[in-house]
């Protein structure tokens, strides 16, 4: 005696009547899956080698002392690029560039007399997303945070003032 298949069996006791679904033939449903593989993973070596262009841009642009530029070519490369083993080295170079460009880019704006734009910054660097650890970036921002270390009357405002006193006095010695 031959048994009927499961789906069948199952229907009877519950009173049903059998639906039996077309089955997806395996080779076109593994063609799709393997399409789809391909594309992202040509999609993240895409992402890899602007990456990579990053880094090359981000140090060209620390080179010429614009931290400003560096720092936004940095965290392009260490939001593109993977932290995965086979990127690994590509993806810490590019989080230590973006790490020390934020902290020259920090100490730029506090010497312009912007506190809360480096404060921020700071606080990008050391959240958790980038490097929380980064040490020159702590002692900068405990730095920033004490009331007695930095003179915080020092304004854009007041460097704009003293820059017209700098001309005006260049100028009456010329006179």
Same mark, same amino acid.
């Given at each position: ?102 902290? !020259? @880019? ?7 007399? +912007?506190?809360? =734009? %480096?404060?921020? &910054? /700071? !606080? @990008? ?7 929380? +650890?980064?040490? =020159? %970036?702590?002692? &900068? /921002? ?9 003179? +915080? ?23």
């Amino acid at each position: 005696m031959t048994k009927p298949p499961l789906a069948t069996t199952i229907a009877t006791l519950l009173g049903a009547t059998v639906v039996l679904q077309p089955i997806i033939p395996t080779v076109a449903l593994g063609q799709a899956a393997q399409s789809q593989a391909l594309r992202e993973l040509a999609r993240r070596q895409q992402r890899e080698q602007m990456g990579r262009q990053a880094i090359r841009e981000g140090a060209r642009a620390m080179r010429e002392k614009d931290y400003e530029q560096a720092v936004a070519h940095y965290k392009l490369a260490v939001d593109n690029i993977p932290n995965a083993p086979a990127t690994r080295s590509s993806y810490a170079e590019a989080l230590d560039g973006f790490s020390r460009a934020s902290v !020259r @880019l920090a100490e730029q704006r506090i010497t312009e007399g +912007r506190y809360a =734009d %480096a404060e921020n &910054l /700071l !606080r @990008l660097v050391l959240s958790e997303q980038y490097n929380p +650890r980064h040490r =020159d %970036a702590m002692v &900068l /921002l405990v730095r920033l945070e004490d009331p007695t270390y930095f003179n +915080r009357t020092i304004t854009p405002g007041f460097r704009a003032r003293v820059e017209d006193v700098k001309k005006f006095l260049n100028e009456a010695q010329g006179f």
